[in-house]
Structure formats: structure tokens, C-alpha cells
């Protein structure tokens, strides 16, 4: 039984989703959760076509479900989980009825969603954005895990929580240690054995305490905590939640610098811009996918002219900062933090070439990878702390729908376009239609509309003019946009940077609106 | 900022700056056992698992066997009938890439009836369709000594115009065997978009989309997985079409080099192929674990944007 939640993997995840299919010919159920009957919806067995926002009554009230029907996997709460008591009488309170009121979905389909996963001999949740872009998005994900462990659904073959990952290194990028609180490896920067470990081999001091993420810089830069800014390869003055906020944050700075392959709306913002090569064409290195595979990118194509490569340019910068770290090598680097980051240790280049990639843990070169984590839970006697159940209640999304707002705005990707489409739009995609306000023809009805019509969006942050177009995916009170033309469609003048604290991702799905004739 | 703080509590949480202790190395639920199954190829013993085919035991005695409709990572059709053998005690000659192993099977792969058998299809083939953009063909034609103009002038039965009728790709039926591989891969065995299917029948037959329209109507989703599979250059990507209608397209001047898409996190392994320093097409291993040979439209063509030349967004 597969459960995918708040994704559009058909569209967003092609080649994950061809998987996915075979599982379904194979005879797996699969069960779609998203408030648009998406083209990966109309493969489920059902859709539960909840209200943006109401993930975590849903999830609880499928918890409740499953202990009330007996389907609790007892032995392994019992050996493996802390917490399961608190759990249960927290979850109580989510009678089916209750969900039905918060999410909009049919009691009778949770019910059947809820047994489908706890019955199902291996079932595995996969998410992306759907949950993930709200406040309380680390909250959602947590809901998500207490049904895993609720069935032990969790560290066996076939079974998991799997975050399908939107970048092709956004994995990578967390392993290396771009987050605030790890070092490479994900070992945690305020232990001072580990930090002393990376000390020693660097022969620099670290600083004892974790940094700020990336909306914590954009709060810092309010407060001018922050003045200066390096952004490689992202585009926040498009991709920023509540852009004219953005925008105004970023002009506030006093020194920007862009390292990017285009002129991108905030390279237009910048001091000094560095361009860039193409990571996956025209340099050497590794990436890391969703399922934690190491692989090595090559240079297919050498770089336009002028153009260089990051790390070329990364280590010009330090020698004239006054490091002089030599020829950048990437395998010399890669094998520098082998040693360094235990879970790589064993993924030398040779390797990952013979083996066409290899995921982690990967300790030396006898190991073979791991296809997927938290085995451990199913030891016996348990090795490890337990895993722990936690108490998430619902929670609305921020920006509140009322008279003046009465529209559900949400927000996502479609098949053939990227991010702020800096790389997709420059090629010509066949599929690739003038953005637009996807509404539901009720809506269109109601608001006496025509397809391709202008029409002013407006939210309680910007406002702008789109044209409509009808979209049967959508229900009645529900619209959406795309990320990915900001030169057509500003969408993010719209969006709200309510930020969850410990994730630092803003709630790009859940916008309020108004719709008004222009 | 409007955000209220959000609730959760996780209970007895293990502590995030201790490292969690390795736990033991996940195994995948064993493969159910195959009995081996041995038989004679050519007066030469082999053993191969219950399950496979003639082809695979004759790959496993080094015997290249020539095919067109085959590939692994789609199910067999059966339609070329190039790949056949000969099967002590059947009527008929059988299909190599189908047919499952039976104990003691005795089998001629190059009998004088297999020749002639395979000469003719390749004839009947290679005086029907255009077979310019088909090297292995070609040498298949060589090796059992095909002479296609024996039927008549060549090529001319099932001559049409080229279709162009989007940016990315060149569909041109006149180089079409039916092989089928395309309608699988856009089907069942891969991207399940059902865009394509064999339309009419007996010598009508051809591939068509919905309604015979023009594939920007149709369900098409430009994954290219059809061009992937296609046996004959009957599908193209435009780039290729463009350089090979300028006289600039060079093969022996190109070289693959294997990188991953900078997309979505699925990890593709991205085949590029490059000739003088531009990207002219990508492709992926068909043996490869995550792809299996197929991409979507943005690992496909997406890779534009490493080039020098502007292109229009909307294809204007």
C-alpha cells in the first residue's frame, strides 16, 4: 500500500512515479492525499481531497482509527517507541467525524485510508512539498511518522517514510552540512567531540553553535543583523514567499553577491555577479538523490567562455581572502571528507563508478550501502535510543480565509518547468501553456468568468492580474499557480512568509485570496 | 510576522547532537529460488534459470542473436520474427526473445532454415521502409546476405511526408517497422501516458495517436521514451533531425558521457551526447537502476539551457 501525501510525484517525480506504477501493477494499493485531484490521484484507489492546510487532523484521526480498529502493531511500540500512551490519548480527540469537519474529507474514506495502511502486510508514506510548505510543516511530518510507527510500517523492506526530495543535491546539500546545525555527515555541530574531529583536520576553530537558516538570514536582514549576502545558484528575489518583502530585504543589504548560470532577478539585485558553470554538465563531482544514492556528475561539455566552474571560483576566493587551498580536485575533496564523514567513509569514486552509485550509510569499502534506514528498530534487544511518537495538534494555515479573502490559493509545479524556470524555460516545451489562475469551473461560474479572461488576484500582501483557466482538478473554493514564470505571474507578490520555525520553509500552499473582475 | 508558534512536542526524544549507533545492514527479501534448466544451443550444453529465454541462454553462449522488436526492459511482442530459431520437434521456427526455456530443448540458431527465414524478413523489411537511419539493420542485412531490391524498388510501399509538429520531436513513418517498442514504452512497460497505438489493419496498420491528431492534441507528454526504444530512427529528436537535414550531424565526431539530471531528486543517470562541445541529445542506460532506459520531458530536453543559442520559452 502506497500512501502518497501532498504530492504530485506523476508530475514532479516521473521516473520515481514509473516505480511507483509497477508497484501498482503488481497489485499495490495506492491512496493520494492532496486538495487537487491531480494527474497521480487519478491513478489511487482513492482520493482524499482534503483542505489545504488540515493534514494533521487528518493523520490524527487515521491514528485514532487504527488503535480503535486493532491495528496498532503493539509488539513493535512496545520494543521499539517511547511515548505511545501520551499519543494515544492525545489522538482520541480526532473522531473521524471531527476530521470530516477540519479536512473536508468523508469520515467513511479516512476509514478505509486508515485500514488500507494498517493492513497492508508493507505500507510507506511518501510526501514532498504538499506538507512540508506551511508553518507548521515539521509538525505535519511528525503526524506522518506517528502512523509509521503506529504499524511499524517503518525500517523493512517495502515499508518507510520517504520524502521525495525536489532537487537533484537538496539531499546532497544537507549531507555536506549546508544546514545550519550539522557538520558533513549530519553530525551536529554542538558536540564537541565531533567538532573537534573536523577542528583537527582543518586546523581551523569552528564555531561552537549553530547559524541561522534561510529564513532566518531574511529576518537578520531586516534587523541589519545581516548585511551581506552569497547566494550560489538560487534565485530568492522570485522564490521568497511574500517577494515584495523579499525584495525589499535584499535591497536593504549592503553587499550582494551572485555566483549563478544566468542574470536571474537577483543577480540584477547584485554587486558583483560570478558566473557560473552548469553543475551537472559542465563540472566534476557527486550529488545525492532522494534515496540517499551518491552519484558522480562529469563534464559532459566544457563551459562557455568567462564561465567557471564553483569550486574554481570558491577557491580563488579563499586565496585572496588569504587560504591558499591549491588546485580544486573534486575526487581529493570527496576523499578529504571520507574519513571525516563516517556514513561515506566507504564510497570512493571507484566505487560509486562500479557500482552505479551508492546510498548511505556506506562505513568502508566492504559495505554495500543500505537500501533503506531505522532497521535497527526491529532489533532485538533494540539497539539505539527508542523512536519517539509525538503530540501534534491541528493548526490552520496562517493566512485565514474570510469575506474579503474567501479563495484558497495554493501552489506547486508543473511536469515540464522548474522553480523559477531559470534552466526550463529555455527550451521549448510543446506542453508549456500562458501561466494562469487555475480555477474550478464552479468557480468560474460563480464569479461569471471566461476562460483566458484577466482577472485581479489579490491576497493581504500584493495583487496582481492573471488570466483564468478552468481546471476540474480544483474544487469550488480552491486555486492555483505555478512557481515557475515570474515575468508572467509574480505568484509569490501572493505568497506568505509564515515561516515554521524549525524548518525554515515558508507556507507557500496556503495563500487567501480574492478574485475580482478587471 | 502573523505565524503562530506550532505545538509539537516530541516525547523523549532521542538527543539530536548524539550520533545514532549503526544498526544492522538491511537486507532485501531473498529472490524465490529458480530451478536451472538446461538445455543444447547449437550442440553446446548451457544452464540458465527457469524463466528465461532462448535468447537469454544463447546471450550466455556468446551467440548474438539479431532482434528489432526486442528489449529488455519492455515485454516481448513477437512481431519481427528476426530473432527466430529453429526447435527440434516444432512445426514452426519460434521466437528467440519469448520463448521460455523447457528441459531439453534442442536448438539450431543458424540452420539453413533459420537463415533463410531471417533473410527474408530483413528483405521484405529493407524493401518496404526506409531502414538510412538504421546501422544495425544493416549489418544484419550483411551477415545473412539480404537483397532487399529482389522485392522491387526500394522503400517506396510505404513512403509519407515527414511529421513535424512540435520542437522536440520528428516522427517519420516511412522508416517504421512496427516494431511496437514505442507504443510499449509510452504503455504498460514504462511511462503509462497511452498517447500511442497501432491504428488500422493488415498493411493500414501504423502508429498513430489518438484519432490520428497532431501530437500536440494528443496525451503526449514529450517523455521521449518512444525515440529511446525506437529501433529505426522512425523517431527522432528534432536536434538530431535539423543537424542531419543540414549535413552537420557526426557521429564519429560525438562522445557519451554519463552525468545525473539537475532536476527533481529522483537521480536519473543522464547519457549526453555531445559533438563539438554541444549538447546533441541525452539518453539513459536502459540497464540502469532508477532509470531503466526512460527520462521525463525535463531530463529529456531541459538540457537547453547549457547551450549558448536562446530559445524561445514558448516555442514561438
Known amino acids: ?518 | 510576522m502573523t505565524q503562530s508558534p506550532n505545538n509539537s512536542q516530541p516525547l523523549d526524544a532521542p538527543r539530536p547532537t548524539i550520533p545514532l549507533p549503526r544498526g544492522p545492514v538491511p537486507q532485501a527479501p531473498p529472490e524465490r529460488e529458480r530451478r536451472s534448466i538446461e538445455i543444447k544451443i547449437d550442440g553446446e550444453s548451457v544452464a540458465v534459470a527457469e524463466g528465461s529465454t532462448i535468447l537469454d541462454a544463447a546471450k550466455k553462449l556468446g551467440i548474438d542473436t539479431p532482434t528489432l522488436c526486442f528489449l529488455e526492459s519492455l515485454s516481448p511482442v513477437n512481431v519481427c520474427r528476426v530473432c527466430v530459431v529453429e526447435l527440434e520437434g516444432a512445426r514452426t521456427l519460434v521466437p528467440a526473445c519469448s520463448r521460455k526455456v523447457e528441459p531439453n530443448m534442442s536448438i539450431r540458431t543458424d540452420s539453413e532454415r533459420v537463415r533463410l527465414s531471417r533473410r527474408l524478413v530483413l528483405e521484405f523489411l529493407a524493401s518496404s521502409v526506409d531502414l538510412s537511419t538504421a546501422p544495425a539493420v544493416h549489418a544484419y542485412m550483411d551477415r545473412y546476405d539480404a537483397h532487399p531490391e529482389r522485392f522491387g524498388s526500394a522503400r517506396a510501399t510505404v513512403a509519407q511526408p515527414v511529421i513535424i509538429d512540435n520542437e522536440l520531436y520528428v516522427r517519420d513513418y516511412s522508416k517504421c517497422v512496427l516494431c511496437y517498442k514505442c507504443v510499449e514504452a509510452c504503455g504498460v512497460d514504462a511511462q503509462n501516458t497511452f498517447a500511442i497505438a497501432v491504428a488500422g489493419r493488415g498493411f493500414s496498420a501504423h502508429i498513430a495517436t489518438e484519432f490520428d491528431v497532431p501530437l500536440p492534441d494528443s496525451a503526449c507528454v514529450y517523455c521521449g521514451n518512444c525515440i529511446g526504444v525506437c529501433p529505426t530512427g522512425a523517431l527522432m529528436f528534432k536536434v538530431e533531425y535539423d543537424m542531419r537535414q543540414a549535413g552537420t550531424w557526426n557521429e564519429s565526431r560525438q562522445t557519451q558521457t554519463d552525468t545525473i539530471c539537475p532536476y527533481c531528486g529522483v537521480g536519473c543517470d543522464l547519457t549526453v551526447h555531445q559533438q563539438e562541445g554541444q549538447i546533441v541529445g541525452v539518453t539513459s542506460p536502459v540497464d540502469h537502476s532508477v532509470t531503466h532506459g526512460n527520462l521525463c520531458i525535463k531530463g529529456r530536453f531541459g538540457w537547453q539551457f547549457v547551450q549558448i543559442q536562446p530559445v524561445d520559452p514558448d516555442g514561438k
Open chain 1, 1 to 518: 500500500m502506497i500512501l502518497l501525501w501532498g504530492s504530485n510525484a506523476r508530475e514532479t517525480h516521473p521516473i520515481f512515479f514509473h516505480h511507483l506504477l509497477k508497484g501498482i501493477r503488481n497489485g499495490a494499493e495506492l491512496y493520494v492525499v492532496d486538495p487537487r485531484r491531480t494527474s497521480s490521484a487519478q491513478w489511487a484507489n482513492l482520493w482524499l481531497g482534503l483542505d489545504v492546510g488540515s493534514d494533521i487532523s487528518l493523520a490524527n484521526a487515521m491514528g485514532r482509527e487504527i488503535i480503535v480498529a486493532g491495528l496498532a502493531n503493539e509488539k513493535f511500540i512496545q520494543n521499539a517507541t517511547s511515548g505511545f500512551e501520551a499519543y494515544k490519548a492525545h489522538v482520541e480527540k480526532y473522531t473521524l467525524e471531527r476530521a470530516e469537519r477540519e479536512t473536508g474529507v468523508p469520515a467513511e474514506a479516512i476509514r478505509r485510508m486508515a485500514h488500507a495502511y494498517g493492513s497492508a502486510p508493507r505500507s510507506q508514506i511518501c510526501w514532498t512539498l504538499g506538507i512540508t510548505e506551511h508553518h507548521d510543516a515539521v509538525d505535519n511530518v511528525v503526524a506522518l511518522i506517528n502512523l509509521a510507527l503506529l504499524t511499524g510500517h517503518v525500517g523493512r523492506y517495502g515499508s518507510g517514510v520517504n520524502p521525495l526530495r525536489g532537487q537533484n543535491n537538496v539531499q546532497g546539500g544537507g549531507d555536506m552540512g549546508a544546514i545550519p546545525d550539522r557538520l558533513t555527515g549530519f553530525q551536529h555541530v554542538e558536540n564537541d567531540q565531533l567538532r573537534a574531529k573536523f577542528e583537527q583536520a582543518w586546523g581551523v576553530k569552528i564555531q561552537p553553535k549553530r547559524g541561522w537558516h534561510l529564513s532566518d538570514m531574511f529576518e537578520a536582514m531586516e534587523h541589519g543583523d545581516l548585511t551581506m549576502l552569497y547566494v550560489l545558484g538560487e534565485n530568492p528575489a522570485d522564490s521568497e514567499a511574500d517577494r515584495h518583502r523579499a525584495l525589499k530585504r535584499l535591497g536593504g543589504l549592503e553587499f550582494l553577491v551572485v555566483q549563478d548560470l544566468f542574470y536571474t532577478s537577483t543577480a540584477e539585485l547584485a554587486d558583483v555577479v560570478l558566473p557560473a558553470a552548469a553543475g551537472a554538465f559542465e563540472s566534476e563531482g557527486t550529488v545525492t538523490s532522494s534515496e540517499r544514492r551518491v552519484q558522480r556528475v562529469r563534464r559532459t561539455v566544457p563551459p562557455p567562455a568567462g564561465v567557471r566552474d564553483d569550486l574554481e571560483i570558491i577557491f580563488d576566493l579563499a586565496r585572496r581572502l588569504g587560504h591558499d587551498w591549491g588546485t580544486p580536485d573534486p575526487e581529493a575533496i570527496w576523499n578529504e571528507l571520507r574519513p571525516l564523514s563516517p556514513m561515506h567513509g566507504g564510497m570512493s569514486y571507484r566505487r560509486l563508478e562500479e557500482m552505479g552509485g551508492i546510498q548511505w550509510p556506506c562505513y568502508d569499502e566492504s559495505h554495500p550501502g543500505e537500501m533503506f534506514l531505522h532497521g535497527r528498530l526491529w532489533s532485538e534487544p533494540l539497539i539505539g535510543p527508542r523512536a519517539p511518537f509525538s503530540v501534534v495538534e491541528f493548526e490552520p494555515p496562517v493566512d485565514q480565509l474570510d469575506e474579503q479573502y474567501p479563495i484558497r490559493l495554493t501552489t506547486g509545479r508543473r511536469l515540464d518547468d522548474y522553480n523559477t524556470g531559470v534552466q526550463t524555460r529555455k527550451y521549448a516545451s510543446p506542453l508549456r501553456r500562458k501561466e494562469a489562475l487555475d480555477v474550478s469551473p464552479e468557480d468560474g461560474q460563480f464569479y461569471k468568468l471566461r476562460e483566458g479572461e484577466k482577472v485581479r488576484v489579490t491576497s493581504r500582501r500584493g495583487s496582481l492580474v492573471a488570466p483564468v483557466r478552468f481546471d476540474s482538478a480544483l474544487r469550488p473554493g480552491l486555486a492555483f499557480l505555478s512557481v515557475h514564470a515570474h515575468d508572467q505571474i509574480a505568484t509569490n507578490e501572493l505568497t506568505i512568509d509564515a515561516v515554521d520555525p524549525k524548518s525554515g520553509t515558508s507556507e507557500f500552499k496556503a495563500t487567501a485570496i480574492r478574485i475580482e473582475k478587471v
